[in-house]
């Protein structure tokens, strides 16, 4: 079984600061990604980043970036130059090809708030 | 805009009942996901379906079913709803061939049973 685990219910930034969400997982699977999905008050879910398990380079999509230590089943995101916008409830999920479905295992989430 | 639809957005029913919620998959994509997030339990995998075949199973409770049909679209049927079946239902689609494609979700239907 996977799990994936988010430490942090609830964290708060300072608006242009920069802010980082915590994730460890746990899996036996070799071939794996690991994602942060963004839950905006409307509820819908939105990808942020998404890494590949095989990789060694980190992921970066402009002021979101990771840091993945394999070794340490450590799987985080920083949001650098915080913006309003960026409130939200953040999950780590991670996809697996066990039996031959991608299925998403995802964390408890971290309420994001930003501080103007 | 995901390109995922799910039809209703808001479903309010009583215990004892069986609802459907639709949802269809963004153009081409052949597999669909289903999950329930409730406020205790989080987002939970409830089940997968591909190319009209059930594909994988997570939590889904035996009072719960689903099916994909030919044209791709699936539901998801609820029958003797409790009050604890009370969550917002996603459904998500991708091609289903690789781990690492990115799972669209739709918005979501907000399921409330009295």
């Known amino acids: 079984a996977q799990t994936v685990t988010q430490s942090q219910p609830e964290m708060s930034v300072q608006e242009a600061e920069t802010v980082t969400l915590s994730c460890t997982y746990d899996?036996?699977?070799?071939?794996?990604?690991l994602f942060w999905y963004k839950q905006p008050p409307s509820r819908q879910m939105i990808l942020v980043i998404r890494?590949?398990?095989?990789?060694?380079q980190n992921a970066t999509e402009n002021r979101f970036s990771v840091n993945f230590q394999k070794a340490a089943k450590s799987f985080s995101l920083k949001i650098s130059d915080s913006q309003l916008g960026d409130a939200a409830m953040y999950f780590c999920?991670?996809?697996?090809?066990?039996?031959?479905?991608?299925?998403?295992?995802f964390g408890k989430g971290t309420k994001l708030s930003v501080i103007p | 805009d995901s390109g995922v639809t799910q039809t209703p957005k808001h479903l309010i029913t009583a215990t004892g009942q069986r609802v459907t919620l639709r949802c269809s998959p963004r153009?081409?994509?052949?597999?669909v996901y289903w999950y329930q997030q409730s406020l205790d339990q989080g987002l939970q995998f409830l089940i997968q379906?591909?190319?009209?075949?059930?594909?994988a199973k997570g939590n889904i409770l035996e009072r719960f079913s689903a099916q994909q049909f030919p044209d791709l679209h699936s539901e998801l049927n609820l029958s003797s709803l409790e009050l604890g079946d009370s969550a917002l239902y996603f459904c998500?689609?991708?091609?289903?061939?690789?781990?690492?494609?990115?799972?669209?979700f739709g918005p979501g239907t907000r399921l409330t049973v009295l």
């Open positions: 999920a991670g996809g697996y090809s066990g039996a031959g479905s991608y299925q998403l295992t």
């Open positions: 153009s081409g994509d052949l597999s």
């Open positions: 379906y591909y190319n009209g075949e059930e594909r």
């Open positions: 899996t036996s699977e070799s071939d794996y990604y």
């Open positions: 890494q590949e398990a095989y990789k060694q």
């Open positions: 998500a689609s991708n091609l289903g061939h690789l781990v690492g494609n990115e799972q669209f």
